[in-house]
């Protein structure tokens, strides 16, 4: 099926009553009795005498009989209308979604039952009710360990609608640190799966709960950092340990090869772990993660972002994505890991790269010449637009990385770099004259002091 079906229309007899506006859900044209039959008809699938069943009948469980699937997908996109919502809720929906996933056994049912409740947490009170249940959160949590990518898919949507909302955030933050095996199951989708719509959305969650709490990112960053004494060797080969950032990494690598406009989600969940030493440790650590980091990031900017034929503008649509690139490799080579490849020399592309975006930034931050200044009040507000706040993160980046590479440069590597193209007088020119103001402060202090 390539869509939901769409939404029942009244029938006769259902328009003479919602001329008096008893069977309308709110201000909508959708049915309430219509509604009724169709809960009515999931809460008779999960009862007790249709859920004892034999082996034989396991098979005919895993299915979803095509008219219920018409009716419940009905519902889903009906649950994009907050009255659709409201009164599914208070039809008390959820306990009878939670009872589904509870029990049922079908993959599909359990897909449109989460997806159900995604939409109705769209809608704030609604969200704080599902987040305040707390079998429910269970529930919806353990669907993270489900081998269904559409369910999976429908249970980060949810999540991240979740922790999207400020009032309820910090609870689901909580449980989640409450179910440890919640990191194993996120770690095994970024690991393995190939669908790049999963993928994107436990980026985003993952993303998501990094930036609320870096307590959580630490327990995360150091889990399996060091195999537990007592595990049997054989259950180690069983069960393999996930370590963070080569998991983001393998994620990474499979949505740029389908998606690269979704990488920015994973470039930010590396800048946020090189915000604390435990993560610039956990890249830097193990010289195959740092290097195979380094590789994926050096390929980004040197072959597929902000590139020599780009027009300027581009940098524009990728400064989010650049400015976490730039901020992780940074990190890197500021660590001072003794490693092949951050060998300078090797990494002079790094520098034609940089100062290419500065190139572009200036570009981009040109006025019209035809401009009239003025201290009007729209005029303030447009400059502050055009000094995009996001450029200014990406500039000061850039700028510092570019100084670290510069403080290490030997007149054989400049010679090198000359010779190769990555240096000439007009790139060095904007180069310095971006760094000037940076260190001009200093410069004059040092003046002052030698004088």
Not at 290 to 307: I, M, P, Y
Request: hydrophobic letters at 35%; aromatic letters at 6%; one cysteine or more.
């Amino acid at each position: 099926m390539d869509r939901n079906p769409s939404p029942p229309l009244p029938s006769r007899d259902e328009e003479g009553e919602e001329g008096a506006g008893g069977d309308c859900i709110g201000s909508t044209v959708y049915s309430k009795h219509w509604l009724f039959g169709v809960l009515s008809g999931l809460i008779q699938m999960v009862s007790p005498e249709n859920t004892k069943s034999s082996s034989d009948e396991d098979e005919q469980q895993m299915e979803l009989d095509e008219e219920m699937e018409n009716e419940i997908c009905r519902v889903w996109d009906m649950s994009m209308d907050e009255d659709v919502a409201l009164f599914l809720q208070e039809f008390n929906a959820p306990d009878i979604f939670m009872g589904v996933l509870a029990k049922s056994r079908c993959p599909r049912l359990r897909e449109i039952c989460v997806g159900i409740l995604g939409n109705m947490a769209c809608f704030q009170e609604i969200c704080v009710s599902i987040s305040s249940d707390k079998n429910l959160g269970q529930v919806l949590l353990h669907c993270l360990y489900d081998s269904d990518p559409p369910t999976l898919l429908e249970t980060s949507r949810l999540l991240l609608t979740c922790l999207s909302q400020t009032e309820v955030a910090s609870v689901w933050v909580e449980r989640i640190r409450e179910y440890p095996a919640i990191y194993d199951s996120i770690c095994f989708i970024m690991s393995s799966s190939t669908n790049v719509d999963l993928l994107m959305k436990i980026g985003e969650v993952v993303d998501k709960l990094f930036d609320l709490d870096e307590k959580l990112m630490l327990e995360w960053i150091r889990n399996g950092a060091v195999q537990p004494l007592d595990q049997p060797q054989e259950d180690a080969e069983e069960q393999p340990v996930f370590k963070i950032v080569p998991c983001v990494l393998e994620a990474a690598k499979q949505v740029r090869s389908e998606n690269p406009e979704g990488l920015d989600v994973y470039m930010h969940i590396l800048q946020l772990l090189t915000t604390v030493d435990d993560g610039i440790q956990a890249i830097v650590q193990c010289p195959a993660t740092g290097k195979d980091t380094w590789n994926l990031l050096f390929d980004l900017v040197c072959h597929e972002f902000c590139q020599s034929d780009d027009p300027p503008i581009i940098l524009q649509e990728q400064k989010t994505v650049l400015a976490s690139v730039y901020s992780v490799l940074s990190a890197i080579f500021a660590s001072q890991a003794e490693q092949e490849y951050l060998k300078i020399e090797e990494d002079l592309p790094l520098i034609d790269s940089l100062i290419r975006v500065l190139q572009n930034m200036e570009h981009c931050q040109k006025k019209p010449e035809n401009s009239v200044d003025s201290n009007t009040e729209e005029t303030k507000k447009s400059d502050l637009t055009q000094d995009d706040f996001h450029l200014k993160i990406l500039k000061d980046i850039s700028c510092e990385f570019l100084s670290n590479i510069f403080q290490v440069l030997t007149k054989e590597t400049v010679a090198q770099g000359v010779k190769e193209g990555q240096l000439s007088k007009q790139k060095c020119s904007c180069a310095f004259k971006n760094l000037l103001p940076f260190y001009s402060p200093v410069v004059s202090m040092n003046k002052r002091i030698g004088g």
